[in-house]
T-cell receptor, first 115, second 113 residues
Framework: DTGVSQDPRHKITKRGQNVTFRCDPI?????LYWYRQTLGQGPEFLTY????????KSRLLSDRFSAERPKGSFSTLEIQRTEQGDSAMYLC?????????????FGPGTRLLVL | DQQVKQNSPSLSVQEGRISILNCDYT??????FLWYKKYPAEGPTFLIS?????DKNEDGRFTVFLNKSAKHLSLHIVPSQPGDSAVYFC????????????FGTGTLLAVQP
């Protein structure tokens, strides 16, 4: 088990372009989360998947953001028409089981810079 | 509304001494608390956790204390080592169907050799 992986680790794009990030959770973890972290802040929840179903979306997730987890394994987060305010670290986490005491394990993140 | 607060942005400690990082929360519905350690350009690494039904959990050099009546938790690191230098985040499990985490803003710990 190699942990949660994310790709790419870094992305620089111009304003108005679309970007897509990928997350591969720990195998057999059926719960997957996306968070966003900006400078000086803690990670903020964006969205949650249980298997392939997207069960919650934060109001931070504007219409330009879309996330999928088509087969209940890896997940993608797409940002359309990027804006400079989208510059942040995008973090993926996964956990196993239904107990509230299960730990979320994070990937290394994708750092996005929008010019 | 910041439901999880870490009021000390930074802390400097001498190697070998105790580091105490503090965290306050406002929502009494939080049922599980976690501490994560984060290095620059990396994702948060899980450190230690505590359920709301306990008041202490210990793992090696790390101990977390929970005071439910004060809505306060603290992380003690003894003895502190230079490799402990990182940003420490307190997180609370929101519970419900999602179990999303609510994070504080972090405390930068610097352990001086």
């Amino acid at each position: 088990d190699t942990g949660v992986s994310q790709d790419p680790r870094h992305k620089i794009t111009k304003r108005g372009q679309n970007v897509t990030f990928r997350c591969d959770p720990i195998s057999e973890h059926n719960r997957l989360y996306w968070y966003r972290q900006t400078l000086g802040q803690g990670p903020e929840f964006l969205t949650y998947f249980q298997n392939e179903a997207q069960l919650e979306k934060s109001r931070l997730l504007s219409d330009r953001f879309s996330a999928e987890r088509p087969k209940g394994s890896f997940s993608t987060l797409e940002i359309q028409r990027t804006e400079q305010g989208d510059s942040a670290m995008y973090l993926c986490a996964s956990r196993h089981g239904t107990s509230y005491q299960e730990t979320q394990y994070f990937g290394p993140g994708t750092r996005l810079l929008v010019l | 509304d910041q439901q999880v607060k870490q009021n000390s942005p930074s802390l400097s400690v001498q190697e070998g001494r105790i580091s105490i990082l503090n965290c306050d929360y406002t929502n009494s519905m939080f049922d599980y608390f976690l501490w994560y350690k984060k290095y620059p350009a990396e994702g948060p690494t899980f450190l230690i956790s505590i359920s709301s039904i306990k008041d202490k959990n210990e793992d090696g050099r790390f101990t977390v204390f929970l005071n439910k009546s004060a809505k306060h938790l603290s992380l003690h690191i003894v003895p502190s080592q230079p490799g402990d230098s990182a940003v420490y985040f307190c997180a609370a499990n929101y519970g419900g169907a999602t179990n999303k985490l609510i994070f504080g803003t972090g405390t930068l710990l610097a352990v001086q050799p």
